[in-house]
């Protein structure tokens, strides 16, 4: 499975932006499938998370209530929407997708098998 993330780009705080992550070879459409970002000095770390069945939807106390994850009707591509975005959430945004993935796993990045390559989003104070 190739994941391809884009999207990222430089931002004032309090702006939006919108991460999408297309997948060749598969569907979003089991297991779980997931946002991951890792700022300079920091471990990677988990943003954002989706059931593929049932579509149900994760976040980290840090983004919850500003990110929302959705994927589109043809279930290959995963978007990222990000709001009222702060200077905190400047990282290397990644998407990844974990086929066989259960519900207990949804925020363990080392359970994802597939990764992309990751966009970078700065945000300016």
């Known amino acids: 499975v190739q994941l391809q993330a884009s999207g990222g780009g430089l931002v004032q705080a309090g702006d939006s932006l919108r991460l999408s992550c297309v997948a060749s070879?598969?569907?979003?459409?089991?297991?779980?499938v997931g946002w991951f970002r890792q700022a300079p000095g920091k471990e990677r770390e988990f943003v954002g998370g989706?059931?593929?069945?049932?579509?149900?939807?994760f976040y980290s106390d840090s983004v919850k209530g500003r990110f929302s994850i959705s994927r589109d009707s043809t279930k290959s591509t995963l978007y990222l929407q990000m709001n009222s975005l702060k200077p905190e959430d400047t990282a290397v945004y990644y998407c990844?997708?974990?086929?066989?993935?259960?519900?207990?796993?949804?925020?363990?990045?080392?359970?994802?098998?597939?990764w992309g390559q990751g966009t970078q989003v700065t945000v300016s104070s």
């Open positions: 990844a997708v974990a086929p066989r993935g259960i519900l207990s796993t949804v925020r363990i990045s080392s359970s994802y098998d597939d």
């Open positions: 070879g598969r569907t979003f459409s089991g297991g779980n």
């Open positions: 989706l059931r593929g069945s049932g579509g149900a939807t």
